[in-house]
């Protein structure tokens, strides 16, 4: 199934237009394919929700859409720009505005280094001094809740919410308008669920920043999401407005696995 989330622009309008375009995307790894013909439009200043069961391909998606790794078929843009047939150095420049948050925080935070430099290793691409990092450094830290010493300490002197919002400040750094992020609260308990949760609702709105969130915490997808992706087996079996897909699901295993999740 392929689809359109969020406005579709005219055939006329500037492809720069929409954020983020996915059109017939599929992955296959060795003999067996994992992400079949999926296609979404979002545009700026929007969020989308990819729900699933384990192994419906959920990861993979979010992989592809971040330049991860290459798609066996199909496209991925930003801001009109097709990322796999670009040069290595045009996506390079463009990376800056596309950040990850993984769901393990270990992913982006080296546990040989202090936290600081871990946050502002984004920022060696651009043209910035050592005091305009620190700046910004400084000033990411105290978005997501951390006091300044924060940077001098190892990520191991941290708890898992803490590091969570470090993950979330090393992606906040570079400025990105696209954020994506994998099961950013499986790790998490309930309390610091609701504490990331209310920081990542909070900067889309005071910052316009567009979010992909993969999730099985459908509460999660309510909150934060305009719209939602189901997928099974590594097709979109559904998709539309999230609270559409979640309170009217149209598809039977869409219905199946929120009574499941719930």
């Known amino acids: ?18 954020l983020l375009e996915v059109e017939g995307l599929g992955q296959r790894y060795g003999g067996r394919t994992v992400l079949k013909d999926i296609s979404f439009t979002l545009p700026a200043g929007e969020s989308l929700g990819i729900i699933g ?17 290459r798609p066996r078929h ?11 047939a670009m040069p290595a150095a045009a996506r390079r420049a463009l990376r800056p505005g596309v950040q990850m948050v993984f769901q393990d925080p270990y992913g982006s935070l080296d546990p040989r280094w202090r936290v600081g430099r ?9 043209p ?33 919410g803490q590091r969570q919002r470090l993950a979330i400040a090393r992606a906040l750094a570079t400025r990105p308008r696209l954020i994506v992020a ?30 992909v969130i993969v999730s099985h915490d459908l509460a999660a997808v309510e909150v934060l999401c305009d719209h ?35």
């Open 1 to 18: 199934m392929s689809g359109v989330i969020g406005r579709t622009p005219a055939p006329s309008s500037s492809p720069a237009a929409s």
């Open 53 to 69: 069961e384990s192994g419906a391909g959920k990861s993979t998606l979010a992989r592809l859409v971040m330049a991860l790794e």
């Open 74 to 84: 199909g496209r991925v843009r930003w801001s009109g720009q097709d990322v796999n």
């Open 118 to 126: 871990s946050v502002v290793e984004p920022l060696a691409a651009l």
């Open 128 to 160: 910035m001094t050592d005091a305009q990092r620190q700046a910004r450094l400084l000033e990411v830290l105290a978005e997501v809740g951390l006091e300044p010493d924060a940077a001098l300490r190892f990520p191991h002197q941290f708890s898992g």
């Open 182 to 211: 994998d099961e950013p609260l499986s790790a998490l308990d309930v309390s610091v669920q609701a504490q990331i949760l209310a920081l990542l609702r909070e900067l889309q709105r005071r910052d316009g920043i567009s979010l």
């Open 228 to 262: 939602a992706l189901v997928l099974r087996g590594g097709e979109a079996v559904e998709q539309g407005p999230a609270a559409r897909v979640l309170g009217d699901p149209r598809h039977p295993y869409t219905r199946d696995l929120l009574a499941a999740l719930a």
